[in-house]
């Protein structure tokens, strides 16, 4: 089956995870800008990225999906359909690599100052939303039969994505994460723009926990 330009998939350190919609609709009751009617509400999670998923994913978009969404305008149909002259604007903003600069607003941005010092390395931030009324859900991939909550010797097909609950690992900001993006373009007034979003985020792999704390260290927990 041939790729959709609409979907790449990527992994970076996660950020500012929101899984849970209800915990969604608390947080959009808080925010400066909460959104009217809560069935819009939707939740969300970041993956900071380094040099090569940046890559990855600025060359999917450049040489797969914009091309897709002129295509999709000259057919006439109005589903991520853009201009050229409106993917030229995203196309300029991405090359310059200067996602500050924003409109045209895109799902890449920048690293979050206090984040940035956690995670040098990341030199972009990916938003990505949820569906609406749903959960995202969350999953992690399994090495072998070790990394499972409860151990299945009949089980060999490794590795493997397993829902999380059933496997050791967890999903904290910290940690490596992937998801399969679905982009879709938009024109708000006369500004264009794209967004991610996922249905899935899966557990990669152990990186450094943000927002402090530690892990404990059984050695010394025994010691007088």
Known sequence: M????????????????TFDYQQAV????????????????????????E?????KLKNHVLNEF?????????????????TQAQADKIIKLIEAEDWESQPPYICIKPVNAKTAELAPEALASVKILGNKGTDIQQQAIVQDESELAVPDPDRVDYPAIM?????????????????????????????????????????????????GGVSVDADEMFLD
Not at 51 to 55: C, T
Request: glycine share 8%.
């Open 163 to 211: 829902p999380i609950g059933q496997t050791v690992h967890s999903l904290y900001g910290g940690c490596y994460a992937a998801a399969t993006l679905n982009l879709y373009a938009f024109v708000s007034g006369k500004l264009p723009g794209f967004s991610a979003a996922a249905s899935v985020c899966v557990f990669k792999a152990d990186g450094d926990r943000f927002g």
């Open 26 to 49: 608390r947080k959009n009751s808080t925010s400066d800008y909460p959104k009217a009617d809560v069935a819009d509400v939707t939740p969300d999670f970041n993956l900071l990225l």
């Open 66 to 82: 914009l091309p897709y969404c002129v295509e999709q305008e000259k057919k006439g149909d109005k589903r991520d359909a853009l």
């Open 51 to 55: 040099q090569a998923q940046l890559d």
């Open 2 to 17: 041939a790729k959709s330009p609409k979907n790449v998939t990527i992994y970076g350190r996660l950020s500012f995870p």
